[in-house]
Nanobody
Framework: QVPLVESGGGLVQAGGSLRLSCAAS????????MGWFRQAPRKAREFVAV????????YYADSVKGRFTISRDSAQNTVYLQMSSLTPEDTAVYYC???????????????????WGQGTQVTVQS
């Protein structure tokens, strides 16, 4: 069973907005930090944003700071990534992920994550 499922990707014009969702299938994830990564064609997967298990602490990559907002609804076991002022450089497959332990608070590297979703495609047209 896939523990994390992303949705909300699509095609958008530059300057537009999208909201991605990541639904966790198990209630235990509500206490875990949750992160978003993205991978553009022929590029390495890169960190985008992370939110702590308490839903208060967040951290963003410089490339998205001020444009993207990560949030979570613990009651719904869902994490969101609100993206605005999108540019073609934001085109990528976006993945949500979670570390293997609640003790890992704001992980920012691939190696700190264990659970991954299947990804959702975001395409920004100029």
């Amino acid at each position: 069973q896939v523990p994390l499922v992303e949705s909300g990707g699509g095609l958008v014009q530059a300057g537009g907005s999208l909201r991605l969702s990541c639904a966790a299938s198990e209630r235990t994830f509500r206490h875990y930090a949750m992160g978003w990564f993205r991978q553009a064609p022929r590029k390495a997967r890169e960190f985008v944003a992370v939110i702590g298990g308490n839903g208060i602490m967040t951290y963003y990559a410089d490339s998205v700071k001020g444009r993207f907002t990560i949030s979570r609804d613990s009651a719904q076991n869902t994490v969101y990534l609100q993206m605005s002022s999108l540019t073609p450089e934001d085109t990528a497959v976006y993945y949500c992920a979670s570390p293997p332990s609640v003790e890992i608070q704001l992980p920012r590297t691939l190696e700190e994550y264990y659970y991954w979703g299947q990804g959702t495609q975001v395409t920004v047209q100029s």
